[in-house]
């Protein structure tokens, strides 16, 4: 039994939220051992787990981390790629470490230009034939979509050494071998550094905290199998030489359930659910449609995320009036078992290995085959209320994080801890449910929406990540609009237990101290980011 955790009540005199104990269920955690990093205890919820804490001062340590690898071959220039190996390279340099970082794609493939643009050549060996890097490569960083990974992962175990280490930073690949009940080469060890964040967000934060011991995206890791003891030590290099913060332990299946499964909640598809159906219901209710944007995605995107990162949810709750408290309290209460409901349902279906074959098929159908045409992505951003959107954020003063409007922020936050509950039910660590719910979302992810829209911030992600929020964000915005909604408008009576529980949680305490870990500099996103896909480098709003 977990000791007594902290958690909140309601103080009838001064209407703020007072701490009271209560018992809780501790989560599941990992310890791990290093030989090369100090390894620190948190308590989180009254919860004990272990992180490593990042810096630039730490670079000097990187050969030892590293020791016996000469090349680490990063497979891929998508979303990870470039800020991946662009950190490592910069980091390494910094510990005058000769260990080469090279890119490996294949021929013929538009990213080398790319490539060369951020330095890596073939003059220099820096730059290569995908499986002529694998080759070649003690440490291979699998960085290619999960879906080609799914397609080339046989030809990639091939062309490795034995005793190398392959990396990736995600888990999908083990849920598509578990699917079809297969699994890893016992002749490699293999290790994943997940950046809690997209790769421009990883590269952003690390340049932005070059002057202040470093900033970047916190990451989890996993050791997944480790043959000659090095695993656990070249993990937490990777992660620290990425500029992560902190670097918390998980596991490969955990991790991808989490990831997958967060990408299509709060972190993605269910914002953009949320806001389209708020905007609809603000407008036909006789609200501007510039105010309708100012109360959905710039109140969620700027003054929202603000304040949950640096103070977190009952800061938000508590800095409304009482009309502002009943106005959330409506909002929460009517939202979320909705969001719960979705929640669930894509957290099973990413479990049991459904969601990973969507994704598989989905990248199949990129192109012509059986006589049917390609079907590519297509665009998100081409609505009304994104087109709006742009003539708000021409006419936005610098700095200005928008309005807080109490409906949004009580559909937002009752999403939000409708995500963490689902999660904490399935096992997850504290460190993976607030990162994957809290930290990655205000943090990372929406400043890339508040500073150009919603397929800036979804489609800067992984090919995964994005067919998933283009999936699941209808989903959300029709329970939303057919429960939540309905049920104001029918006039639900506020569930008292719901908000009673929400001030109550042991959650706010472990994010409370998770803010302390959080990112040195705020990301800074300016609308004319060079830092972005290349598709997405444009000067607009």
Same mark, same amino acid.
């Given at each position: ?53 990042? $810096?630039?001062? &730490?670079?000097? @340590? ?7 690898? *000469?090349? +680490?071959? /990063? #497979? ?94 995600? $888990?999908?690949? &083990?849920?598509? @071998? ?7 080469? *016992?002749? +490699?060890? /293999? #290790? ?111 003054? +929202? ?114 995500? +963490? ?121």
């Amino acid at each position: 039994m977990a000791a007594a955790a902290t958690s909140y009540s309601i103080s009838p005199s001064s209407k703020t939220l007072k701490p009271t104990p209560t018992a809780i269920k501790a989560p599941i955690s990992l310890d791990f051992e290093t030989s090369v990093f100090n390894k620190e205890k948190v308590t989180l919820s009254g919860h004990d787990e272990y992180i490593v804490k990042g $810096g630039r001062d &730490l670079f000097k @340590l990187l050969p030892d981390a590293f020791k016996g690898i *000469k090349q +680490i071959g /990063v #497979i891929g220039w998508g979303s990870q790629g470039p800020a991946q190996a662009q950190n490592l390279r910069d980091s390494l340099a910094e510990a005058k470490s000769d260990i080469v970082v090279k890119i490996g794609l294949r021929k013929g493939s538009r990213s080398f230009a790319e490539a060369r643009e951020a330095g890596f050549t073939e003059e220099n060996g820096t730059l290569g034939d995908l499986f002529e890097t694998i080759s070649g490569s003690d440490l291979v960083l699998l960085l290619i979509s999960d879906a080609a990974q799914a397609d080339n992962y046989e030809e990639v175990f091939s062309y490795m050494k034995p005793n190398s280490i392959l990396g990736l930073s995600h $888990g999908f690949l &083990l849920g598509h @071998l578990q699917s079809t009940g297969l699994d890893f080469p *016992k002749n +490699i060890s /293999v #290790i994943a550094v997940c950046p809690k964040g997209m790769g421009p967000s990883v590269r952003r934060l690390y340049v932005q905290g070059k002057e202040i011991n470093g900033a970047g995206i916190n990451a989890s890791f996993a050791v997944h199998q480790d043959i000659d003891g090095r695993a656990t030590d070249v993990a937490l290099g990777w992660s620290v030489a990425l500029g992560s913060p902190f670097t918390f332990a998980t596991t490969l299946e955990q991790e991808y359930r989490s990831d997958i499964f967060g990408e299509r909640g709060i972190l993605l598809g269910a914002v953009h659910g949320i806001v389209e159906s708020l905007f609809r219901r603000y407008t036909e209710n006789g609200m501007s449609e510039e105010l309708a944007y100012k109360n959905t995605v710039e109140c969620i995107t700027g003054n +929202i995320s603000r304040t949950i990162s640096t103070k977190g949810m009952l800061a938000l709750y508590n800095s409304l009036d009482a009309d502002g408290k009943k106005e959330f309290a409506t909002a929460y209460t009517a939202s979320y078992y909705p969001c719960m409901e979705i929640l669930y349902e894509c957290y099973e279906d990413v479990a049991t290995g459904s969601e990973i074959r969507s994704v598989v098929l989905a990248g199949r159908r990129f192109s012509e085959k059986e006589g049917l045409p390609a079907f590519p992505m297509g665009k998100i951003d081409q609505t009304r209320m994104w087109k709006v959107g742009e003539r708000v954020r021409a006419a936005r003063q610098f700095g200005d994080l928008g309005p807080l409007y109490p409906f949004t922020a009580g559909v937002y936050v009752a999403l939000m801890m409708a995500q +963490i509950e689902v999660l904490r039910k399935k096992g997850h660590s504290y460190s993976e449910i607030i990162n994957e719910s809290v930290i990655e979302s205000v943090d990372s992810l929406n400043p890339f929406m508040h500073a150009r829209g919603v397929s800036f911030m979804v489609d800067n992600c992984s090919t995964t990540a994005r067919l998933g929020s283009r999936k699941w964000a209808p989903r959300f915005d029709y329970n939303l609009t057919q429960q939540a909604l309905v049920a104001v408008d029918n006039n639900l009576p506020i569930d008292i237990d719901l908000i009673t529980n929400f001030v109550r949680d042991p959650v706010h305490e472990a994010i409370e101290v998770c803010a302390r870990l959080r990112p040195t500099v705020d990301i800074s996103v300016p609308p004319d980011a060079d830092f972005v896909r290349p598709e997405l480098r444009q000067t607009c709003n």
